[in-house]
């Protein structure tokens, strides 16, 4: 089993090196410019900092318990522009949409003991956060081939543009949605709740394929949110009505998300004429 | 190199505008105790609570007191944050607690009924010891309904079942002997009402007894003369006036005195509920309460509490009502002191039945306010509602 798994890393990494030092071109794209389209999938997991809760009792446990990174997907599509200081180092901005979400799941007992009734009360909340974000970040393209991996990472401006909640809830407390007693509240919206802008720390590792024409890339990238996410102010403001009908305030986090996407790239000016891509034999002889 | 300049430029003003944002985003740290909402917890299906009153503890928390179950007594203490720290039901030979928690050189006592030998207690509480003792009793005060503070006395409302009549008694600052007494006639036996009353099983009457500011006359809610009437006693507790409720359906929930013979009021006849922020009341008269003047509030439900303190909000002073609406909400609504000039009003809860017990001003400016929450259409709990500083002025600006 060992043995297959190096096997595979270096059959990998043979097939990286004939991409990256096997290839006819090399990318000399110093001073020139790009404009890329971006798009792809996001995974979110908020680090909780505090934790608030609308029912309180002395003797029982009332935490929320938070869905996995895995469970809370999202999406991102946006514009790229970026601009080469030399063969290597760029620097790269984007205006993306990117729609985070979180999910968490409560639940709820109360036994009657001289009536002989019981009733629970399980609830699923679903979360959703749509950003405008304003990525600004260094690029450091390692290698001069066709196929460039590269490093980058910089600062993210996300502006809230919109936030929603949902909550499912049933009466049978498993961690599951029961589908035949499953009911849902309204979608309301939760922007009052959420903070408007939020400052990350983001960074990653990407690939980009350079042609003629098109640059396409494929990259992953990690976002830290500096600022807390939610507007402590209105915690119980009750502004949506779950307060105390679904006993459900938020926890204030920060929201690590990662992101995997693809780029389609063009050169703002075009690439023949500006003679991107040139014969490695052609160049060494210059 | 020239080429570079309008990239470079582009890039400097986002990171300045990055940075910007940053700094805008650095405002006042909001802290955890100015709102909140808390429920507090019981797995218990069968526990049934009443809120009666809350008041702040020397740590900056909170005390409150409820019924459960009937007349039986909780007391839950929060910290400042509403978090519940502990709890303790007293032993059932403690019953009938009644509205308010009374401070006293940094303890809180209460006022509450023998469940055999129907007397009172004054209970302390010891929040060292999570629990409460007996500070004193009054084997001669039966059936007690209400207790108000005055600073320099505390006055007791009681039933006197051996004679049909409602009881005034003064108690020393201290709390531990009987001042002075004065009563007025009911001329008919309403002790079905009193036990339906303190048992939580029929009616809850709006018991009350407050002090004029010039401290010339005690004016009660409660039974007299064949009807739930508001009484004036002068200060040496002899039956001064009378407003005259509508028989057992019609009567004052509540007075404010302002001083100079001006009362905040709220008065009901059968399901119809009024407020005069700005009555005058002539406490030697002999009349009925139909006949003062007030505003129909056709939203209130007169058969929950109605309470009215005085707030300052801004510098300025407001006669406050905490109601519950008919549609089971929290309603403030904010009078201009001395006159009736309604400046604003607020609704709390819409999504789960919610009904009014207590409120006072916090020393942040805010307002905590003690309320009974039924939770999942079933259980009835105690919950307490801070309302912060800023929402008190939004709500009069």
């Known amino acids: ?286 | 190199m020239k080429n570079n300049l309008p990239h470079t430029f582009a890039f400097n003003l986002l990171f300045l505008l990055a940075f910007g944002l940053v700094f805008l985003s650095c405002k006042k740290e909001f802290e955890p105790k100015e709102s909140f909402i808390k429920v507090y917890n019981d797995n218990n299906g069968n526990r049934n609570y009443f809120p009666l009153s809350i008041q702040r503890t020397n740590d900056n928390g909170y005390l409150t007191l409820s019924a459960y179950n009937g007349w039986k007594i909780h007391l839950l203490k929060t910290d400042a944050v509403g978090d519940m720290l502990w709890e303790f039901d007293l032993p059932s030979k403690y019953v009938n607690a009644v509205p308010n928690l009374i401070e006293r050189n940094g303890n809180l006592y209460f006022v509450c009924m023998d469940a055999v030998g129907l007397f009172t207690y004054v209970m302390q509480v010891d929040e060292n010891g999570k629990n409460a003792v007996e500070f004193q009793q009054f084997t001669d005060l039966k059936y007690p309904l209400y207790a108000a503070d005055a600073g320099d006395a505390v006055y007791i409302q009681n039933y006197i079942r051996s004679s049909f009549r409602t009881g005034i008694y003064k108690i020393s600052s201290t709390l531990d002997q009987i001042k002075n007494s004065g009563n007025v006639q009911i001329f008919t036996d309403v002790e079905d009402k009193i036990v339906d009353h303190l048992s939580y099983t029929g009616k809850r009457f709006p018991f009350f007894v407050s002090v004029t500011p010039e401290k010339d006359y005690v004016v009660l809610s409660g039974f007299n003369n064949y009807s739930f009437s508001t009484v004036f006693m002068d200060a040496n507790l002899d039956f001064s006036g009378v407003y005259n409720g509508a028989a057992f359906d019609g009567g004052m929930n509540a007075i404010l005195p302002l001083g100079a013979n001006k009362y905040s009021l709220a008065r009901f006849s059968f399901a119809n509920q009024y407020f005069n922020p700005n009555a005058t009341l002539s406490p030697t008269t002999i009349d009925i309460a139909e006949s003062i003047p007030a505003t129909g509030k056709v939203e209130i439900d007169a058969s929950s509490p109605i309470l009215i303190k005085n707030i300052s909000i801004n510098s300025s002073d407001y006669s406050v009502y905490l109601s519950t609406t008919k549609s089971n909400q929290l309603l403030l609504s904010f009078y201009e002191k001395g006159t009736s000039v309604l400046k604003g009003s607020k609704y709390l809860g819409e999504s789960v039945p919610l009904k009014a017990a207590d409120f006072h001003q916090t020393q942040d400016g805010g307002l905590i306010i003690l309320t009974r929450v039924t939770l999942m259409g079933s259980f009835n709990r105690i919950a307490t509602i801070k309302v912060k500083k800023e929402e008190l002025e939004a709500s009069v600006d």
Do not use: C
């Open chain 1, 1 to 286: 089993m060992i043995l297959s798994t190096k096997l595979s890393v270096v059959l990998l990494l043979s097939a990286l090196s004939q991409f990256t030092y096997g290839q006819n071109y090399s990318v000399h794209n110093k001073n020139k410019s790009y404009l890329s389209l971006i798009g792809g999938v996001n995974f979110s997991l908020p680090k909780i900092t505090d934790r608030y809760s609308v029912l309180t009792s002395n003797s029982t446990r009332l935490e929320k318990d938070y869905d996995n990174i895995i469970e809370n997907p999202g999406a991102q599509f946006g514009i790229r522009y970026s601009f080469n200081l030399t063969n290597s180092i760029s620097l790269v901005g984007d205006v993306a949409y990117q729609s985070v979400g979180f999910k968490y799941f409560t639940n709820y007992s109360w036994t009657d003991t001289v009536n002989k009734q019981e009733f629970n009360r399980e609830m699923h909340h679903v979360q959703k956060i749509s950003y405008f974000t304003v990525p600004l970040q260094a690029r450091w393209e390692i290698t001069n081939g066709q196929l460039k991996p590269y490093i980058q990472g910089g600062v993210s401006l996300d502006f809230r543009h919109q936030a929603k909640k949902i909550i499912h809830y049933d009466n049978t407390i498993d961690g599951e949605e029961t589908d035949n007693e499953l009911a849902s509240s309204a979608e309301v919206s939760i922007k009052e709740n959420t903070r408007k802008f939020n400052l990350g720390l983001t960074g990653g590792v990407g690939l980009n394929y350079y042609t003629k024409y098109v640059t396409f890339g494929l990259e992953g990238n990690v976002k830290y949110g500096l600022f807390k996410v939610i507007s402590d102010e209105n915690r119980y403001s009750d502004l949506n009505g779950f307060a105390l009908k679904y006993l459900d305030v938020f926890d204030q986090f920060k929201m690590v998300v990662l992101n995997v996407q693809l780029s389609v790239s063009v050169p703002l000016n075009n690439s023949i004429s500006t003679n991107i891509l040139r014969r490695k034999k052609y160049y060494k002889r210059r």
